[in-house]
C-alpha cells in the first residue's frame, strides 16, 4: 500500500502540504485571492473538488479570502479542540482551507466568514457565454 503522506508530498507544493495536510497558515495579506474578484468557481488545490463560488466571496479586510458559503456538501465543519473556532476542510480529501466565524456582523446573507487560505484553493474562471 502506498503512503499517503509521500503521495501528498508528491503532488503539493512545500506551502500546500504545510497547509492542507498539516493545517498551516498563510501569512495575511500574502495569499494571490486576497484581493481577487473575478467571475468563476474556487476549488481545492489537493483534489479539484469546487468549493465556492465567486458570487459568495466579499471582502472582509481581514487578509484571506473571504467566503460567506460554500457549495452544499463540498466543506465540512470540525470545532477546534479550544472551542474558540471551527476549521473547515474539503469534504473530499479533508484538505484543510481555513476557519469559519459567525456572528460577526458582516453585511452577508449568512452572518459567516470562510477564512480561507489562497493556498488551498485554485481558481477557475467562467466560460464566457457565447454571443450568436
Keep these: 500500500m502506498a503512503d499517503p503522506v509521500s503521495e501528498w508530498?508528491?503532488?503539493?507544493s512545500p506551502e500546500q502540504f504545510r497547509?492542507?495536510?498539516?493545517?498551516?497558515?498563510?501569512?495575511?495579506?500574502?495569499?494571490?485571492?486576497?484581493?481577487?474578484?473575478?467571475?468563476?468557481?474556487?476549488s481545492c488545490v489537493g483534489c479539484k473538488t469546487p468549493?465556492?463560488?465567486s458570487t459568495t466571496k466579499f471582502d472582509a479586510g481581514c487578509g484571506w479570502p473571504a467566503f460567506f458559503e460554500g457549495l452544499p456538501g463540498a466543506i465540512n465543519?470540525?470545532?477546534?479542540?479550544?472551542g474558540r473556532r471551527t476549521e473547515i476542510t474539503c469534504a473530499v480529501c479533508d484538505g484543510h482551507l481555513g476557519h469559519v466565524h459567525k456572528?460577526?456582523?458582516y453585511a452577508t446573507p449568512t452572518d459567516e466568514?470562510?477564512?480561507?487560505?489562497?493556498?488551498?484553493?485554485?481558481?477557475?474562471?467562467?466560460k464566457p457565454s457565447s454571443v450568436t
Excluded: M, W
Design 51 to 53: 468549493l465556492y463560488k
Design 9 to 12: 508530498r508528491a503532488v503539493l
Design 113 to 126: 466568514r470562510h477564512c480561507v487560505n489562497s493556498v488551498s484553493i485554485n481558481f477557475n474562471p467562467a
Design 19 to 42: 497547509i492542507l495536510r498539516q493545517k498551516g497558515t498563510e501569512t495575511p495579506g500574502t495569499g494571490v485571492y486576497d484581493k481577487f474578484f473575478e467571475e468563476g468557481i474556487f
Design 103 to 105: 456572528g460577526e456582523g
Design 77 to 82: 465543519r470540525t470545532p477546534d479542540p479550544d
